[in-house]
């Protein structure tokens, strides 16, 4: 099929995307990297009179760190994000995500700000920024807002995004200190959106108890979620045993609300969803454990 009919602009700069999107209001979209929104377009199963193409606006591209944060923006594409020395070595989660998100070819064209403004429940990026408390940078007419990942996410393809306003940007805070990352997920095939999927992050002190942990679920539910009880249950704590591994999982499940579809059931989800939190947490305790460098140090050398 072949989209409905749409006026096309390509603005270049940031003003010009802003007094865009307030001139035409509902009826604009912002197009990314298109990997969701053409083929949608294309099948119908959504449409706008107007398209604002936001590829030529050069300050929308690139990442820098800053005051402990990596400031990540909007139109940067998950092939540079997964390329970038600079994120692997302040927000390690972030890079190991990025690999599991569809193929190549997706991830060449794909952006960060439009993965996460599409807001798929079974997509990695909601789920690292919610776990880190990740800040959105929104733009309109009006000025610049930022809104923390908690209240980003409003449901399935839902966000606090109003018609007038365009993410910009993503500010991740960067962890300090001994700790450890992981991402899991399972798919019906390589490159397929999660059936389910966890990622971690933890911090220990210097005995080697868990000082701070997040646990971030995708596929679990209409949003990303976090798994509170799990994180509450690991705070002050030396590293679980395998038996409390597996309990954790379960109570991580506590905090999902998955669904039946034709691809997987609900109790399935939850079945794999506890064995993923299991292993996510496992992996990054062991890591932190291990880590004598800020994150993603050996591995830069």
């Given at each position: 099929?072949?989209?409905?009919?749409?006026?096309?602009?390509?603005?270049?700069?940031?003003?010009?995307?802003?007094?865009?999107?307030?001139?035409?209001?509902?009826?604009?979209?912002?197009?990314?990297?298109?990997?969701?929104?053409?083929?949608?377009?294309?099948?119908?199963?959504?449409?706008?009179?107007?398209?604002?193409?936001?590829?030529?606006?050069?300050?929308?591209?690139?990442?820098?760190?800053?005051?402990?944060?990596?400031?990540?923006?909007?139109?940067?594409?998950?092939?540079?994000?997964?390329?970038?020395?600079?994120?692997?070595?302040?927000?390690?989660?972030?890079?190991?995500?990025?690999?599991?998100?569809?193929?190549?070819?997706?991830?060449?064209?794909?952006?960060?700000?439009?993965?996460?403004?599409?807001?798929?429940?079974?997509?990695e990026y909601p789920a690292v920024a919610l776990a880190l408390d990740a800040t959105f940078e929104l733009v309109s007419k009006s000025g610049t807002t930022r809104v923390a990942a908690s209240d980003f996410f409003e449901g399935t393809?839902?966000?606090?995004?109003?018609?007038?306003?365009?993410?910009?940007?993503?500010?991740?805070?960067?962890?300090?200190?001994?700790?450890?990352?992981?991402?899991?997920?399972?798919?019906?095939?390589?490159?397929?959106?999660?059936?389910?999927?966890?990622?971690?992050?933890?911090?220990?002190?210097?005995?080697?108890?868990?000082?701070?942990?997040?646990?971030?679920?995708?596929?679990?539910?209409?949003?990303?979620?976090?798994?509170?009880?799990?994180?509450?249950?690991?705070?002050?704590?030396?590293?679980?045993?395998?038996?409390?591994?597996?309990?954790?999982?379960?109570?991580?499940?506590?905090?999902?609300?998955?669904?039946?579809?034709?691809?997987?059931?609900?109790?399935?989800?939850?079945?794999?969803?506890?064995?993923?939190?299991?292993?996510?947490?496992?992996?990054?305790?062991?890591?932190?454990?291990?880590?004598?460098?800020?994150?993603?140090?050996?591995?830069?050398?």
């Amino acid at each position: 099929m072949k989209p409905a009919p749409f006026e096309y602009h390509a603005p270049e700069s940031v003003d010009d995307v802003a007094g865009l999107l307030a001139e035409h209001g509902d009826e604009a979209k912002p197009l990314a990297g298109g990997q969701s929104l053409v083929p949608m377009l294309a099948l119908r199963l959504t449409r706008f009179a107007h398209l604002v193409d936001l590829n030529r606006v050069a300050a929308l591209r690139g990442v820098s760190r800053d005051n402990g944060s990596l400031t990540v923006r909007a139109m940067t594409t998950q092939a540079a994000v997964e390329r970038d020395a600079e994120v692997a070595r302040a927000v390690p989660l972030l890079a190991r995500a990025t690999p599991l998100i569809g193929h190549f070819q997706i991830r060449n064209r794909g952006t960060v700000g439009g993965s996460l403004a599409h807001a798929d429940p079974a997509s990695e990026y909601p789920a690292v920024a919610l776990a880190l408390d990740a800040t959105f940078e929104l733009v309109s007419k009006s000025g610049t807002t930022r809104v923390a990942a908690s209240d980003f996410f409003e449901g399935t393809w839902q966000t606090c995004i109003d018609a007038q306003q365009a993410l910009v940007a993503v500010h991740f805070p960067v962890w300090g200190g001994r700790c450890g990352f992981a991402c899991e997920e399972v798919a019906r095939r390589a490159g397929d959106f999660a059936l389910a999927g966890a990622v971690a992050a933890i911090e220990v002190d210097d005995a080697g108890a868990v000082r701070r942990a997040a646990v971030g679920l995708f596929g679990l539910g209409p949003t990303p979620l976090r798994a509170h009880a799990a994180e509450a249950e690991l705070i002050g704590e030396p590293p679980p045993t395998p038996d409390g591994y597996r309990a954790l999982g379960q109570l991580a499940m506590r905090d999902a609300d998955p669904v039946d579809d034709v691809h997987a059931s609900a109790s399935y989800r939850r079945r794999v969803g506890a064995h993923l939190v299991a292993r996510t947490l496992a992996s990054a305790v062991e890591e932190a454990r291990q880590a004598h460098d800020p994150p993603g140090a050996a591995r830069a050398r």
